[in-house]
């Protein structure tokens, strides 16, 4: 069973900074390609970034430069560095993780990140 611990999100102002964390457990980790979504209020869920066990990254473009998603396998933990947050970064971030081998993507609890003034 594949289970998720996310920590990190909160209340930031404009401008601010957050690192989201989440530990993986029930899953090869080093096999797995980790990742982060969002999904704001009355919108669909969409891709933050991506990192495979080899540490190549893939963001989307509205974070590119302002997010940092790494990892550290021996701690089975992905982590989410954002600076420069906006209003518009404002959602219920969600960690997962997608099997290499069976292609099979399981998916945080979610922690939520308001930016707000």
């Known amino acids: 069973q594949v289970q998720f611990v996310e920590s990190g999100g909160g209340l930031v102002q404009p401008g601010g900074s957050l690192r989201l964390s989440c530990a993986a457990s029930?899953?090869?980790?080093?096999?797995?390609?980790m990742g982060w979504y969002r999904q704001a209020p009355g919108k669909e869920r969409e891709l933050v970034a991506t990192?495979?066990?080899?540490?190549?990254?893939n963001y989307a473009d509205s974070v590119k430069g302002r997010f940092t998603i790494s990892r550290d396998n021996a701690e089975h933990t992905v982590y989410l560095q954002m600076n420069s947050l906006k209003p518009e970064d404002t959602a219920v971030y969600y960690c997962?993780?997608?099997?290499?081998?069976?292609?099979?993507?399981?998916w945080g609890q979610g922690t939520q990140v308001t930016v707000s003034s």
């Open positions: 029930g899953i090869i980790f080093s096999n797995a390609v």
């Open positions: 997962t993780a997608e099997s290499t081998r069976t292609k099979r993507k399981y």
């Open positions: 990192i495979t066990n080899g540490g190549s990254t």
